[in-house]
């Protein structure tokens, strides 16, 4: 059984560009989150996806939007890139409950 | 969510049990305590979690004492594949409002 898996591994985009990322969820898991983590901080919730809609926010801005397919699968898009949004992006999947399954996750490089 | 206090960093020799304080005095009666710990350039990995009753699995033990306003996390016999980054987290266990807030953990250096 696959864990959760996410594509691609590392991103290089310039400034003011949009950037999607995919995150495909453990077999059996119906939630999804994502989280992005600066180099030497913790990671920090941006959103959860539940049902294909997004059932809780943290504090980011209107860039950060995401979607939840049918298939439990998601994306992250960041439009409008910032050198600030350089980061980790980690996917994490669950049944419904705190023990959360994380992907690799996605390194993000904005020039 | 409750808030966590850990301590920056800790070391300990290889073999021997690593012992890893936490701190949640707000925590409240629906809140459970979670571990996570994050290898380096990986994601988090889930350790352990629990309400009021002390849990023991195969990876670690997690003591939680009485009035619940602190916890340990034990790894018995630690090895160098356990240095990592460790994170105490306090959430109700389920729900919609189902997010994890993490800190900025605990280093554990495990020596040969």
């Known amino acids: 059984d696959a864990g959760v898996t996410q594509s691609p591994t590392h991103l290089i985009k310039t400034r003011g560009q949009q950037v999607t990322l995919r995150c495909s969820p453990k077999?059996?898991?119906?939630?999804v989150s994502w989280y992005q983590q600066a180099l030497g901080q913790g990671p920090q919730f941006i959103f959860q996806?539940?049902?294909?809609?997004?059932?809780q926010r943290g504090n980011f801005p209107d860039r950060f939007s995401g979607h939840q397919f049918p298939n439990y699968s998601s994306e992250l898009n960041v439009n409008a890139l910032l050198l600030g949004d350089s980061a980790l992006y980690l996917c994490?999947?669950?049944?419904?409950?705190?023990?959360?399954?994380f992907g690799p996750g996605t390194r993000l490089t904005v020039l | 969510d409750a808030k966590t206090t850990q301590p920056p960093s800790m070391d300990c020799a290889e073999g021997r049990a690593a012992n890893l304080p936490c701190n949640h005095s707000?925590?409240?009666?629906?809140?459970?305590v979670y571990w996570y710990r994050q290898i380096h350039s990986q994601g988090p990995q889930y350790i352990i979690h629990?309400?009021?009753n002390n849990e023991t699995n195969e990876m670690a033990s997690l003591i939680i004492t009485e009035d619940r306003k602190s916890s340990t996390l034990i790894l018995p016999h630690a090895t160098l594949r356990d240095t990592a980054v460790y994170y105490c987290?306090?959430?109700?266990?389920?729900?919609?409002?189902?997010?994890?807030?993490f800190g900025k953990g605990i280093t554990l250096s495990v020596r040969p």
């Open positions: 994490a999947s669950s049944l419904n409950t705190r023990k959360q399954f």
């Open positions: 077999s059996g898991h119906d939630t």
């Open positions: 996806y539940y049902e294909e809609e997004e059932r």
């Open positions: 707000t925590i409240s009666g629906n809140e459970y």
């Open positions: 629990g309400l009021k």
């Open positions: 987290i306090v959430s109700p266990n389920w729900g919609a409002n189902s997010k994890l807030t």
